[in-house]
């Protein structure tokens, strides 16, 4: 049985297709609505001529044109309280719609997709990054505004890259070959999110309602007084549309830097703006690494994964040395060389670097359920 996995992110697809349980083909389109797109696969970049996701689906489905497809799944990113994975029929596309606005750099390319491979007519499954932070208590996903609208609109804190927390969770118990461990796991890629996980399960996140919140990202934000986009309303004279392009697509590294999102970019670049978004983007991980040891009263392990957390050494290297008061000791050599543990072996604090396979985890979750 072959089973396609879709990962779609604000601006990528990773596709892969397993063959009784294990990796048979796989790939990954980058730069989708930007400049200059391209494939990923075997280590080999080729650019393609792509627009946007139909594109990329197309590009991906004529590559796997001789092979039979029987399940296809799909990682969603905005599922509201579905807890499960879904078979993708009406009722569910009906549900997801309506909560797509809450994370609409994700949730509409996925959506798109999804009515895009119906014409292969097998079997859709979804998997939801909102599943895993399910385990937040009240007092961790309850935000201090009126209760009654709460509970009436959904709003609480639902937390995002859950099967990449997830993986990197799993992993770092197999490799330290623990179970109860207080991690603190940081996804850190175009989109940015720390997890405080204790024994397996989430207990606090940095992304919320929606993945605009909590730390510094590509294009987004994160945590900001909520009196500022009312001011700039007003005083810009814009509207709600062009502010929530504004907070999403306009802001984080590229709104401070004013030239990229892309922290190679910045790195080389060296200018006075480029530094001070790598600065501030480090500060606020800082930030959240301090308010989760108090949570998990403790830690055991630090995670990183994604894009910036598997591959940019000089950043880690900037979070990790803030860090010396927790006895944190990184070797800085296996640091250049992202090797999968970067701290030396009398550091009170592990550090390890997963390269994440949310591909896997939806794998073994649609599995569970066919």
Known sequence: MNILILNVGSSSIKYVVFKNKSEFLKGKIERIGLKNPYLRENNRITRINVRNFSDALNFILKKLKDVKINIIGHRIVHGGD???????????????????????LHDYPELKVIESCKKLKVKQYAVFDTSFHQTLKEDAYTYALPYQLCKKYGIRRYGFHGESHNY????????LKRKNLKLITLHLGNGCSVCAINNGKSVDTSMGFTPLEGLVMGTRCGNIDPSIPFFLIKHEKIGLKEMGNILNKK???LGISGVSRNIKDLEKLKDK???LAIDVFVYNILKYIGAYYVVLNGLDALVFAGGIGENEHL???????????LKVKIDQNLNKENNLIISKKNSKVKVLIVKTNEEKIILNKILGVI
């Open 82 to 104: 579905i807890k499960k994975v879904s078979l993708v029929n009406d009722k569910l596309l009906k549900k997801l719609k309506k909560v797509a606005e809450l994370a609409p």
């Open 168 to 175: 990197m969770s799993k992993e770092a118990s197999r490799i």
């Open 251 to 253: 802001s984080g590294l």
């Open 273 to 275: 703006k480029s530094k």
């Open 315 to 325: 950043i880690r290297k900037k979070v990790l040395d803030k860090l010396k008061f």
